[in-house]
């Protein structure tokens, strides 16, 4: 396998932007080795400069459920650039994703579309403490909110893999206002709500846990939250930038029968393309400016091709069977857990549907601290070794990996055999 391009451009990059990249985890830091510089994809494969192939999973971390470079999906970008690529002002297509993004998830019966995860979450703790009139927000250890001040507080994804989950550059006036508690730890939320709820305008919550690797909830969790909150008058936020659309056509709310007041999208409902929403009741969502006084803008909010994009992949997933996609999953982890046991190697596969982590523990993962038991070193050696046999996995332990449509059982037979030769001298 070379990788001569690759590393020249690493070389050249690295003269460009920190560490060569523009995100961090993407630098193969906490993995090792150098990242490889992708030209082209289709379907479950990506393909590098210098000619390598490998069985994506990690599919632009989460929105190719339908594959790389979908034709249909390609069509309608193109058809939409070529009517004009951004027009600061409303289009009809902004109505239809709306309008196919509520009637999937019915709680949020008005939204605005925003350009990224981030801005998503951003705007979301803006609008339930102007609800609110409170400050005060509560998120949990090691889950992402993306990287706006007061959510990168002991956060997940990049910021854990790097060991900075409370990034510097952060006032300590915005982390003030941020509490943090363990996952799936029902009596400590009960025990701080009680006694500052007063103070709370929201909790903002992954309602699967996909930033420190995957981490389901757990004992009625999800259900039991939202009783709390409702109960003090502190609104629940679903960030569902991970989980909308991935395991059904609607998000975890519509499976784990949970309603949130404030729901965020981002990565499946642009297609690939840059796009985030975040949404809730009517009432709520009159808090924003012009309606309210919460102010919120952007000039390339629901920009034309990134909803066309959106618009076709949602359109696509309203027909399809999400069994096949979880099935094959299941097949696959399950696969990988048997035979790390048959090895006796300390590994445990979690999954929730299409979205899966091998942690190297075998310890049970229910939150950050369990999910930090995990070896890191082992899982640098793993994913190196997956790499080589032309796996393209999550380059962290603390991220999760994704099946798209377009993965076949012969690359799930693949990676099988592959993760058996590797774990073997792991
Ligand atoms: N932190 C992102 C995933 N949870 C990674 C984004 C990227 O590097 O592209």
Request: aromatic fraction near 10%; charge should be positive.
């Amino acid at each position: 396998m070379s990788n001569i391009k690759s590393k020249q451009y690493y070389k050249q990059a690295l003269s460009l932007m920190p560490a060569g990249v523009n995100s961090p985890v993407r630098a193969f830091k906490a993995v090792g080795g150098k990242p490889v510089f992708i030209k082209w994809g289709k379907g479950s494969k990506i393909y590098d400069v210098d000619g390598n192939s490998y069985i994506d999973y990690v599919l632009s971390w989460g929105p190719l459920i339908l594959g790389h470079a979908h034709k249909q999906v390609i069509n309608s970008i193109v058809q939409a650039a070529k009517a004009g690529t951004s027009f600061g002002a409303p289009t009809a297509a902004e109505n239809e994703i709306a309008q196919l993004i509520k009637s999937a998830m019915p709680g949020m019966e008005r939204m605005r579309l925003v350009n990224s995860g981030t801005e998503a979450a951003m705007s979301a703790i803006r609008l339930a403490r102007s609800y609110t009139g409170k400050d005060k927000i509560i998120k949990f250890q090691g889950a992402y909110h993306g990287h706006s001040d007061g959510l990168l507080v002991k956060a997940g994804s990049g910021a854990a893999t790097f060991g900075v989950p409370t990034s510097s550059g952060v006032p300590r006036s915005s982390a003030r206002d941020t509490i943090v508690l363990p996952f799936n730890d029902i009596e400590k939320v009960r025990v701080v709500i009680s006694a500052g709820h007063k103070k709370i305008a929201a909790v903002i919550i992954e309602p699967v846990c996909g930033n420190m690797g995957v981490v389901q909830p757990e004992n009625k969790f999800l259900q039991k939250l939202r009783t709390i909150t409702r109960q003090y008058g502190i609104l629940l936020i679903f960030d569902e930038v991970m989980t909308g659309f991935r395991f059904c056509f609607g998000g975890a709310q519509n499976l784990l029968k949970v309603k949130p007041d404030i729901t965020c999208l981002g990565k499946i409902i642009g297609g690939g393309m840059p796009m985030g929403a975040y949404g809730a009741s009517k009432r709520i969502m009159n808090c924003v400016a012009p309606s309210g006084s919460m102010y919120q803008a952007g000039t390339l909010s629901g920009n034309p091709v990134a909803v066309a994009c959106g618009l076709k992949t949602l359109r696509i997933l309203k027909k399809t069977d999400y069994k096949k996609i979880n099935s094959l999953c299941k097949e696959l982890c399950d696969a990988m857990q048997k035979m790390a046991r048959a090895q006796k190697k300390k590994i445990s596969v979690t999954r929730f549907y299409s979205m899966f982590t091998v942690f190297f523990t075998d310890k049970k993962v229910s939150d950050y601290k369990s999910a930090c038991r995990a070896d890191t070193e082992k899982y640098a050696n793993y994913f190196s070794k997956m790499l080589r046999e032309g796996i393209y996995c999550a380059p962290s332990q603390f991220e999760a990996n994704f099946l798209s449509f377009a993965h076949t059982k012969k690359d799930i037979e693949y990676t099988i055999e592959a993760f058996n030769r590797t774990i073997t001298d792991i």
